[in-house]
């Protein structure tokens, strides 16, 4: 989607702190972290939202978990522990029409969410 910034961050021509890229999928940190670790994951395929995935996504959906599990470890916050959230819809909280999953932690984070 030429109008979609995360579609922009994967082609490139919006800059990024990348810390990991497959063929299908690239982690960055988000421009206004919330938590001293905030990266989001996000798959090179244009999803909209969550409601979006579909049955030939599945495959995908399962390797991104595999690789959050790797950023856990290399961000330093797979003992500590950390959070993973996708904000859906405009309840939910999504900013960004573009399938996310944030991997939040470095510091105890509070819970029920605001
Ligand atoms: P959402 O609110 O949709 O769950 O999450 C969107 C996230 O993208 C927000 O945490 C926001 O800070 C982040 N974000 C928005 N624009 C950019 C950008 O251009 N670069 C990066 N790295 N993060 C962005
Ligand atoms: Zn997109």
Request: glycine share 12%; net charge negative.
């Amino acid at each position: 989607m030429s109008d979609c910034i995360f579609c922009g961050i994967v082609a490139g021509s919006i800059p990024s702190k990348q810390v990991y890229e497959d063929e299908e999928m690239i982690a960055f940190h988000d421009l206004y972290p919330a938590a001293p670790v905030h990266v989001l994951i996000i798959p090179k395929k244009h999803i909209p939202s969550m409601l979006a995935v579909t049955e030939e996504d599945y495959v995908l959906m399962g390797r991104m978990t595999k690789v959050i599990q790797s950023l856990a470890q290399e961000l330093g916050i797979a003992e500590s522990g950390f959070r993973v959230v996708n904000n859906c819809g405009e309840e939910g909280g999504q900013t960004v029409g573009h399938l996310h999953y944030h991997i939040l932690g470095g510091r105890s984070l509070g819970w029920p969410p605001g």
